[in-house]
Antibody, heavy 113, light 110 residues
């Protein structure tokens, strides 16, 4: 059974940092590119970042470029999102998903306040 | 505002066929594949259509997707109460070098 489990969310002050993790199991993690997608409370989906299967290319939304870093450890089947200089508008549920969005985690809540 | 444009709401009665549209441009839908996501209240999104018109296993064949030029559509036939959810379209955007989503359509089953 394919599974993605996010962790690391919480409450942080503006300007602070937080690192999210996404643990994958039940599928060939190293063969897939991975996304982070977020959803502010009561609002729609917003794409955050994408990382190729081999870590060779990263893409970021303009709203997080220069502040967030996506990375992965294929030996541990883990995807990460390092978030620095957090702003109140970064408050959202953060989901990880594979490149074709067939697998999603349940999300982790980040509140910047 | 979202790069991809969706109507905020749609509705239908049980058994009806409803269509949700998604309008984009040559840099996204016009040159890349389209995905459709269903989000039930309080849950993570789930893809119901990928690569324009493919259904993942477990998604009923009542769901279908199509694309024409810079627009895409999700059709749901034989509408059921459990189809009541938010639906989003998504595609890669070559100009932004990033993924873009529509603003979402809230489907109500009357």
């Amino acid at each position: 059974q394919e599974q993605l489990v996010e962790s690391g969310g919480g409450v942080v002050q503006p300007g602070g940092s937080l690192k999210l993790s996404c643990a994958a199991s039940g599928f060939f993690f190293r063969g897939y590119g991975m996304h982070w997608v977020r959803q502010p409370p009561g609002k729609g989906l917003e794409w955050v970042a994408f990382l190729r299967f081999d870590g060779s290319n990263r893409n970021y939304a303009d709203s997080v470029k220069g502040r967030f870093t996506i990375s992965r450890d294929n030996s541990k089947n883990t995807l990460s999102l390092q978030m620095n200089s957090l702003k109140t508008e970064d408050t959202a549920i953060y989901y990880c998903a594979n490149d074709e969005f067939l697998y999603w985690g349940h999300g982790t809540l980040v509140a910047v306040s | 505002h979202s790069v991809l444009t969706q109507s905020p709401s749609a509705s239908g009665t049980p058994g009806q066929r409803v269509t949700i549209s998604c309008s984009g441009s040559s840099s996204n839908i016009g040159s890349n594949i389209v995905y459709w996501y269903q989000q039930l209240p309080g849950t993570a999104p789930k893809v119901v259509i990928y690569r324009n018109n493919q259904r993942p296993s477990g998604v009923p064949d009542r769901f279908s997707g199509s694309k024409s030029d810079t627009s895409a559509s999700l059709a749901i036939s034989g509408l059921r109460p459990e189809d009541e959810a938010d639906y989003y379209c998504g595609s890669w955007d070559d100009s932004l070098s990033g993924w873009v989503f529509g603003g979402g359509t809230k489907l109500t089953v009357l």
